[in-house]
């Protein structure tokens, strides 16, 4: 399973987040501690906000891993973000090539994915068939995750996406259709596991599910109104007043547990204007 991080909040400096954390996300490509796969190494991604440049996020992916990518330490150090995501990815689907990094982007919007979808070399033929030529001719990757993003993309034409209840919404139809197509495909009624986070820079979709009644999703950790301090020595989190955001993280990035609270399961976690609610996903 793959690694993320997501930020939404005040300005902030992507190094704060990514590198200085005790167990920032550069750890966890090489010691993940709440995952059955210790190592993420087959590529890494960064996408970010700047709002006075343009609607769309900037995006940087690489095949190198993590921990070992000069380049990553240095834009972390350098950029500064309202809105940003960061993944580093233990190659399923598709082959190790930045066309398979995440996060993915199109247009105004950001996705990325940790988890699997069961079997879906058996359903790909038929969940492509339900693009059209643009969202097909979109697609420049192997993975189950873009693919996913790219059915959210097919449902969403048409639909006013300002509103992050109508995203929900949109996106709670994608897993319908994904779950029905694994019904009718799948060799068997393996788990399909979706910790996805999703943006277009002013609001947020996180989601925390599993289509399994019989199995757990995976670990998915938020906190709100807090940051990470800026003392190397002292990695950690603390409270800094009248600054509302939303972080969420596949592991703690700090030792402070009491500053965390799990993702509710099969839930979608929802920010907009800084405000957090939860929506069961059913």
Same mark, same amino acid.
């Given at each position: 399973?793959?690694?993320?991080?997501?930020?939404?909040?005040? +300005?902030?400096?992507?190094? $704060?987040?990514?590198? +200085?954390? *005790?167990?920032?996300?550069?750890? !966890?490509?090489?010691?993940?501690?709440?995952?059955?796969?210790?190592?993420?190494?087959?590529?890494?991604?960064?996408?970010? @906000?700047?709002? #006075?440049?343009?609607?769309?996020?900037?995006?940087?992916?690489? %095949?190198?891993?993590?921990?070992? $990518?000069?380049?990553?330490?240095?834009?972390?150090?350098? %950029?500064?973000?309202?809105? =940003? =995501? /960061?993944?580093?990815?233990?190659?399923?689907?598709?082959?190790?090539?930045?066309?398979?990094?995440?996060?993915?982007?199109?247009?105004?919007?950001?996705?990325?994915?940790?988890?699997?979808? #069961?079997?879906?070399?058996?359903?790909?033929?038929?969940?492509?068939?339900?693009?059209?030529?643009?969202?097909?001719?979109? %697609?420049?990757?192997?993975?189950?995750?873009?693919?996913?993003? /790219?059915?959210?993309?097919?449902?969403?034409?048409?639909?006013?996406?300002?509103?992050?209840?109508?995203? /929900?919404?949109?996106?709670?139809?994608?897993? +319908?259709? %994904?779950?029905?197509?694994?019904?009718?495909?799948?060799?068997?009624?393996?788990?399909? @596991?979706?910790?996805?986070?999703?943006?277009?820079?002013?609001?947020?979709?996180?989601?925390?599910?599993?289509?399994?009644?019989?199995?757990?999703? $995976?670990?998915? #950790?938020?906190?709100?109104?807090?940051?990470?301090?800026?003392?190397? !020595?002292?990695?950690?989190?603390? +409270?800094?007043?009248?600054?509302?955001? /939303?972080?969420?993280? *596949?592991?703690?990035?700090?030792?402070?547990?009491?500053?965390?609270?799990?993702?509710?399961?099969?839930?979608?976690?929802?920010?907009?204007?800084?405000?957090?609610?939860?929506?069961?996903?059913?």
């Amino acid at each position: 399973m793959c690694r993320l991080v997501a930020y939404m909040g005040h +300005k902030l400096l992507l190094e $704060d987040v990514l590198v +200085k954390p *005790s167990n920032s996300l550069i750890m !966890q490509s090489l010691h993940a501690k709440e995952s059955h796969v210790r190592t993420n190494g087959d590529g890494f991604g960064l996408g970010w @906000y700047v709002p #006075h440049l343009g609607k769309t996020p900037g995006l940087f992916t690489s %095949i190198s891993p993590a921990w070992n $990518d000069r380049n990553l330490l240095n834009l972390c150090r350098k %950029i500064e973000s309202p809105c =940003f =995501f /960061a993944h580093v990815r233990s190659a399923s689907a598709g082959g190790v090539t930045t066309y398979n990094c995440h996060p993915f982007v199109h247009g105004e919007w950001m996705f990325m994915h940790n988890g699997t979808i #069961h079997d879906f070399i058996l359903l790909k033929r038929h969940l492509r068939h339900l693009l059209d030529d643009d969202i097909y001719h979109w %697609i420049q990757g192997e993975t189950d995750s873009e693919h996913l993003f /790219a059915l959210f993309l097919q449902l969403a034409k048409n639909r006013d996406l300002s509103q992050i209840k109508e995203v /929900a919404a949109v996106f709670m139809e994608t897993l +319908k259709i %994904i779950n029905g197509l694994s019904k009718q495909y799948s060799s068997n009624a393996g788990p399909s @596991y979706f910790n996805v986070c999703l943006t277009n820079g002013k609001s947020m979709l996180v989601s925390r599910y599993c289509n399994s009644k019989r199995h757990k999703p $995976d670990s998915l #950790h938020y906190l709100t109104e807090s940051s990470l301090i800026r003392h190397a !020595q002292r990695p950690g989190l603390k +409270k800094i007043k009248n600054y509302p955001m /939303a972080l969420v993280a *596949s592991e703690r990035l700090s030792a402070f547990n009491s500053e965390w609270f799990d993702v509710p399961a099969n839930h979608f976690m929802l920010v907009e204007n800084y405000e957090t609610n939860f929506i069961v996903i059913s």
